[in-house]
């Protein structure tokens, strides 16, 4: 991608200008707020989710449950210095992102499971046993 398309034969200025905007703004964002994947799987006994968060720890995430509503959210700051031959570079860069999910009725929330491993946050959500009838033996007095 050429970040500056110059003319020196052209004398359209505002051509020229207006290019090199075009140009800034389809470049890739400079920081970073992504909206990971998500994965959400249903058996007969527990839904399944996997949230893909490369780059991030287990220390980097947060998970919360407030009634039915489970917002997954993190917010990382990283800075380096490097100084070699003279020269001093100093970078920062930020990830962000939250996502919120309602939890369908019939899930065990004090059984909600969380493991981070491989980049990917596992979620699992037991769903509450169904009543089954019972049947109640009869006997005889």
């Given at each position: 991608m050429?970040?500056?398309?110059?003319?020196?034969?052209?004398?359209?200025?505002?051509?020229n200008?207006?290019?090199?905007?075009?140009d800034?703004?389809a470049?890739?964002?400079?920081g970073r707020?992504?909206?990971?994947?998500v994965?959400?799987?249903e058996t007969?006994a527990?839904?399944?989710?996997e949230?893909?968060l490369?780059?991030?720890?287990e220390?980097?995430?947060?998970?919360?449950?407030?009634?039915?509503?489970?917002?997954?959210?993190?917010?990382?700051?990283?800075?380096?210095?490097?100084?070699?031959?003279?020269?001093?570079?100093?970078?920062?860069?930020?990830?962000?992102?939250?996502?919120s999910?309602?939890?369908?009725?019939g899930v065990d929330?004090?059984?909600?499971a969380a493991?981070?491993?491989?980049?990917?946050?596992?979620?699992t959500?037991?769903?509450?046993?169904?009543a089954?009838?019972?049947?109640?033996?009869v006997?005889?007095?």
């Amino acid at each position: 991608m050429n970040l500056i398309r110059y003319n020196p034969n052209s004398l359209d200025l505002l051509d020229n200008a207006s290019r090199w905007f075009d140009d800034f703004f389809a470049m890739p964002t400079l920081g970073r707020t992504a909206v990971p994947a998500v994965d959400v799987r249903e058996t007969d006994a527990e839904y399944l989710m996997e949230v893909e968060l490369p780059g991030l720890t287990e220390k980097d995430v947060e998970v919360k449950l407030d009634n039915t509503l489970l917002t997954i959210s993190s917010n990382k700051d990283e800075k380096r210095e490097e100084k070699k031959n003279g020269y001093v570079l100093r970078e920062r860069k930020s990830a962000q992102f939250s996502r919120s999910f309602v939890l369908p009725e019939g899930v065990d929330r004090e059984k909600i499971a969380a493991e981070f491993k491989n980049g990917v946050l596992q979620l699992t959500f037991p769903k509450v046993p169904a009543a089954k009838p019972k049947t109640i033996e009869v006997k005889a007095s």
